[in-house]
């Protein structure tokens, strides 16, 4: 059996730049579990509650974030996986689909379906592999944005798609009235902070390593692989950055940084997100879908020494 689908975790500053309501927690709320070759179900509701209750202080989760085990995923088992959430969320997290694919049509298919999942948001990564023009980058975002009436966050993570979204691109569908934000996992903070100068993207650091500068910069909040397991420290980050204590935020940061190597710097984020929440008795084993492979002991290892430094419950 195999647990699919990570949620990154979205933490913010700013009010509503997504929905329309304004979540004070959120959670971890299930997973689909596979039970039979290409049977799949939802986990007992009391199982889903606790890993809820488990993640704090965000405001919104990601279901099938492109970095994790999404492409791996039928339509059927997204949409699942995006149904159970949000019945779980209960308005106290914003529920983010993941529905982005190098394909137009069968992105718009699967934005519909989240959209009729319960989906509060979603996110449309860069189309990957074909590598579009950034003329094509707009079709395809435009076409994605103009499916549904859900807002859309852009994901823009060029070392994984062999493309990235331009800043004129980035610019010119920021003026879509349903395209309000943007995963940075670009890393170029100069551009950052030119694009939301010129618009109003709500930006959210999609590369741990970076939280603290691209927040400094402006950045609406993070969207955090390690927040699967620190959501707290990153809450806290953001309050510190927002307070201009910016000493508070070096250290938290800093606190931080050994986890943040161990999960992202070591087998893969997604891969090492599922072994700690593993490790934390969180979910009760850490099964990946090839190609994707569990951590080796190594990893692990380092995975368990990096836990031990975080203080602070979890």
């Not at 090839?290 to 380092?302: F, V």
Request: glycine letters at 8%.
């Amino acid at each position: 059996m195999a647990h699919v689908g990570v949620f990154w975790l979205v933490c913010e500053q700013s009010p509503e730049p997504l929905v329309a309501h304004r979540a004070r927690r959120a959670g971890h709320p299930g997973v689909a579990r596979q039970v039979g070759a290409g049977e799949w179900r939802a986990e007992p509701r009391e199982q889903m509650r606790s890993i809820h209750d488990d993640v704090a202080d965000c405001d919104g989760i990601v279901v099938g974030g492109t970095t994790g085990e999404s492409p791996t995923l039928t339509e059927t088992e997204a949409a699942l996986l995006v149904r159970a959430v949000a019945a779980q969320s209960k308005n106290q997290a914003r529920v983010v689909a993941g529905i982005g694919t190098y394909d137009t049509a069968d992105s718009i298919q699967r934005a519909r379906e989240a959209e009729a999942a319960g989906a509060d948001a979603l996110l449309l990564v860069c189309p990957y592999y074909s590598k579009p023009t950034q003329a094509g980058v707009v079709a395809h975002c435009v076409a994605v944005a103009d499916a549904t009436e859900l807002p859309v966050m852009l994901y823009d993570v060029p070392a994984r798609t062999g493309i990235a979204m331009a800043a004129p691109t980035l610019i010119e569908l920021a003026a879509h009235h349903r395209i309000r934000a943007v995963k940075d996992a670009k890393g170029d903070l100069s551009e950052a902070m030119s694009v939301m100068a010129r618009t109003s993207l709500a930006y959210y650091c999609g590369i741990d390593e970076l939280n603290l500068p691209y927040l400094a910069c402006g950045a609406t909040g993070v969207l955090s692989v390690v927040g699967n397991v620190v959501a707290d420290r990153n809450a806290e980050l953001i309050r510190a950055v927002r307070g201009g204590e910016l000493g508070s935020a070096k250290a938290i940061q800093a606190s931080l940084s050994p986890l943040v190597d161990a999960i992202m710097r070591t087998s893969q984020g997604a891969v090492m997100a599922k072994a700690a929440l593993a490790e934390l008795g969180i979910i009760p084993h850490a099964t990946v879908r090839l190609p994707l492979l569990e951590p080796p002991p190594p990893h692990l290892q380092r995975l368990t020494d990096a836990l031990a430094t975080i203080a602070a419950p979890v």
